[in-house]
């Protein structure tokens, strides 16, 4: 069995008591932001589907990027396999990934 917020082999859910409190923070975290970071998506989506703009592209992948730099949840299934230190480090890669794709589409539009 792995730690839920390390992946440290472990036999219970957290390898420490400091891993256990670490994950009640984030999942805490997790549902005060979720409302915020699922607007902050359909915003970004509905802008790059529903706005005739140049920049929508970049607008809506800018949006994205910050919001899973901000926010950064995962599904349970990535938690379960990645635990939830390294599933927050994959979140804010995605981020800033599309982000930074956000900032190099507007030198090209």
């Keep these: 069995m792995k730690c839920l917020y390390c992946n440290k082999d472990t036999q219970k859910d957290y390898c420490s008591q400091e891993c256990q ?23 970004s989506i509905g802008v790059a589907l529903l706005w005739n703009h140049p920049y929508r592209t970049t607008i809506s992948l800018i949006l994205l990027g910050l919001d899973f730099i901000v926010f950064p949840f995962t599904k349970a299934s990535t938690i379960r396999r990645s635990g939830i ?25």
């Design 85 to 109: 230190q390294k599933s927050i480090t994959i979140a804010r890669i995605i981020g800033g990934i599309a982000l930074l794709s956000g900032i190099i589409s507007y030198f090209f539009i």
């Design 21 to 43: 409190q670490k994950a009640e923070q984030y999942y805490q975290k997790q549902r005060k932001g979720m409302p915020v970071f699922a607007v902050v998506a359909l915003i």
